[in-house]
């Protein structure tokens, strides 16, 4: 008897974990992946305790933690230098079991996509759902000339995807969030400083090192959708953050223009009415985009991916199973992408008034409670997949 046959759309965190857990599984898999290549440039990945469960469940925890630097102390900041509030990795293993730990996405990637068989996996491929199926008949895809038939087909195909809007036509779709972010990994040997977050007035930076002894940098303010620098991203951030503490100045001086990411962030402020629809799932940002304010954004894909391969059974009706992958994710993912909204909303702010009360607040929670910043991901971060088998 053959194996079942699942098509994975989009070879991005979310598409290639769902990918490796339901290669676990027993499905035969095949990802579909529209760029040339997998290599992501210019961004790192925090991975908080929920997700890191996750990857255990599929063998690849370990194997994570061993490449990730773990974050140590560090903390928030003023744009002066001022430290708002301190934390260290042992308040986060406490309060939720494990600590975040950070790498590079290209490693991350790369540790995901060497675990499926060496045909599984075909970039350069634009593919698009031709029939989701329904618990009968299985579902279509086409790529090019060709067509793919699957008892499982995963959307993983990011913010603008193209499976959502197949089978959620009506949906409205990602809405700007008032930000745009930049992002980059910076080579800067025999920096020492430690890891933060810094908020202004309507925009924010974080500098954050990885193990290899590279920093990655990542910076976002509130501006008009689609603009772009008069000169380069690299003068932007120098005119927007050069004034900042040390080593922000330091580190953007470091970057070089060519490995800066701008990207407008945009979320799906209208939930979906479902994550699947016939024998068709979404995961990741195709079903829940959520602002970068919580790092969550793989968190929950990795979740989402683990979830999916935990209830779809090889033996089992795809359609039937994917409507308990809904049950268990929509909820949860819904409250997650709330929660990051109202936290960059906050940490956004533009007026100095409230702004200075913003910063205040910090300040008289983390002298009355240390830890009161790491209650945001209370409920998150604490998370663990469902464990045995799917009823």
């Not at 906050?346 to 702004?355: E, F, G, I, K």
Request: glycine letters at 12%; a positive charge.
């Amino acid at each position: 008897m053959n194996a079942p046959s699942a098509v994975v759309i989009g070879a991005g965190v979310g598409g290639l974990t769902a990918a490796v857990a339901l290669g676990r599984r027993g499905w035969q898999v095949t990802v579909l992946e529209k760029a040339a290549s997998l290599e992501p440039v210019g961004a790192g990945i925090a991975l908080a305790p929920n997700a890191q469960r996750c990857l255990d469940t599929v063998g690849l925890g370990d194997r994570v933690r061993a490449l990730a630097a773990w974050q140590g102390a560090g903390g928030l900041r003023t744009p002066r230098g001022r430290w708002l509030s301190r934390l260290d990795a042992a308040d986060a293993e406490r309060r939720f079991g494990g600590a975040v730990v950070l790498l590079h996405r290209a490693a991350l990637v790369g540790l995901l996509a060497g675990e499926l068989p060496p045909d599984a996996l075909r970039t350069g491929v634009a593919a698009e759902v031709a029939d989701p199926g329904t618990a009968g008949r299985p579902a279509r895809v086409r790529a090019g000339t060709r067509e793919y038939e699957a008892d499982l087909v995963v959307g993983a195909d990011g913010i603008d995807s193209g499976v959502r809007r197949v089978l959620f036509p009506a949906h409205p779709g990602p809405a700007y969030s008032g930000f745009t972010a930049w992002r980059a990994v910076v080579e800067v040997p025999g920096l020492d400083f430690a890891p933060h977050e810094t908020w202004g007035r309507g925009a924010l930076w974080g500098s954050q090192p990885l193990k290899d002894g590279r920093v990655y940098v990542y910076g976002s303010a509130v501006a008009p959708r689609h603009g772009h620098a008069p000169d380069d991203e690299k003068s932007e951030l120098l005119r927007r953050f050069g004034d900042w503490h040390d080593p922000v100045p330091r580190l953007i001086a470091a970057t070089e223009p060519a490995g800066i990411l701008r990207n407008d962030i945009s979320w799906l402020e209208e939930p979906l009415p479902a994550f699947h629809h016939g024998r068709t799932a979404l995961i990741g940002d195709a079903a829940h985009a959520m602002t970068p304010h919580l790092a969550q954004g793989g968190n929950q894909a990795i979740e989402d991916a683990v979830v999916l391969a935990h209830h779809v059974r090889p033996a089992g009706d795809p359609a039937a199973s994917l409507e308990r992958y809904t049950r268990d994710r929509l909820p949860r993912t819904t409250e997650v992408v709330r929660r990051s909204r109202r936290a960059g909303r906050v940490t956004m702010l533009r007026n100095p008034v409230a702004t200075a009360l913003r910063d205040t607040a910090a300040r008289a929670a983390s002298t009355v409670a240390p830890r009161a910043a790491l209650k945001a991901l209370d409920g998150i971060a604490d998370w663990s997949p469902p464990a045995g088998q799917d009823e």
